[in-house]
């Protein structure tokens, strides 16, 4: 088998694939989640950002329009207090510039070097957007900062308003997104470690069984049927279990009808053959020149070789039929002549070791099947009775017809020792015969019923047996009834023009 399949491309592990394809799959959703969580947060983050810078520069603008009834001083005084103390909550820089570039507020007093640098400037920048600007409010980013800016008429001079300018640094918004970014890099690793420990343990989970039935079916084919192939927690690979398993009962029974076939081969070639040259030698030396003696050795010689031909039939009939080689030619014939015709093959049974046959046989029936493999059937149904009718060798046969069922029941009884209801069921399976003795040996191979079977199944026509120990056996086959001016067909359609014509 390995070396069948180097020839072939590389077989793949499912162990292998399926733990590599869930990787693929968990990386691929923890790398999506995390781009679309950073995404999310960084425009969430940014719009924060431009509602806070709005709402303060909102709410000092209010401040200033208030702080407008208050004298100079005092309004100066109060306004730098809020300024500082809403820059230092909000973590942003607010100031009151003049178009000049002149800082109104925060007090100059309190300003530092690098604060009037930082300001210094910034009127321009805000004076061209609010020019641009369609209202006396605009938020833009110019570099790293965002800016709120908007015209106020406190302190104004009369070249013009004043600006209220607020503004945010981004860094500061960057230092939070790099950060949350460590988060989630520190958590998707972990996620994704996670995501291929799972892996390994549901393609484990997964692989493991088929692992195991794969060993258990190495050993079958060597010739061990009492395994047993394990089932799973999962519904496909227990009924993948409990099919091998059945498939592995039927193959030791197979083995073991085979075996029996063998040696019943042997037994039922040997003795024929045995008899055939001992008799052809005693005509030759003994009974040549005696006519009466002669034709019985003869006759001796005759029945064995029909006993040879009927067991290489059997196999061989057997072995066309399962194969398909014959296929089922349908056609409309007399079943009451036809069977009358198999009836005469057995008169030499009655003629020369009394056989009784009690017929029961209905008039001018016609069905529709194949009529030399319905031949076979009747043939090997009566021929089984025979084989293991009881010691009054009587063997009823009936053919009658069921008009409430419009069906053409046949049956064959036999007076022998019945079977047991334990093998009843395995009388159709191949070379199975029942281990019993009899008084006189039986014929045949154990395929007999095998090919009925094989052919009803095929013609979908109802069939079976009925036993008990100690009262015989009966078989019965059900046949479609049709009338004699039907044209060859299906039985589907013969069914069809009959339900026609009765509907008429």
Known sequence: MKSERKGLKRLRSLNVTLWKYFCFFALFIILLIGVICYVIVQNSFLSFMQEKIRTVGVTVSDRLDDAKNLSPAVAYLAMDEFIERESFENNVNIAVLTPDGDIVLPIEQRLSDSEREYWSGVQDIVGERLSDSETSVTIFAEGNMYTYAATTDFAATPSGNNFVVV???????????????????????????????????????????????????????????NVNFASAEYQEIAQLSDALNYACSEIKKTDGFQKELLANVSHDLRTPLTMIKAYASMIKEISGDNPEKRNQHLQVIIDEADRLAGLVNDV???????????????????????????????????????????????????????????GQVLYNLISNAVNYTGEDKKVFVSLKYDPARGRIKFKVRDTGKGISKEDLPAIWDRYYRVKENHARPVKGTGLGLAIVKTILEKHAFDFGADSELGKGSEFWVDFPEVSPELPEEGPEQADENKDAKKNG
């Open 167 to 225: 503004r945010y640094s981004v860094d500061i918004a960057n230092d939070a997104m790099s950060n949350v970014q460590r988060y989630m890099i520190v958590v998707g690793i972990f996620a994704i470690l996670i995501a291929f420990l799972i892996a390994y343990t549901m393609s484990q989970k997964v692989s493991d069984p088929l692992k195991s039935l794969t060993a258990t079916a190495n050993k079958m084919a060597k010739g061990d049927y």
């Open 316 to 374: 061989l009939n057997m072995s066309k039929i399962s194969s398909d080689i014959n296929q089922i030619n349908k056609k409309v014939f007399n079943l009451t002549e036809f069977l009358y015709g198999i009836m005469k093959k057995f008169e030499y049974l009655r003629d020369m070791q009394g056989y009784t046959f009690m017929i029961d046989i209905d008039p001018d029936l016609y069905t529709c099947a194949d009529e030399e493999k319905i």
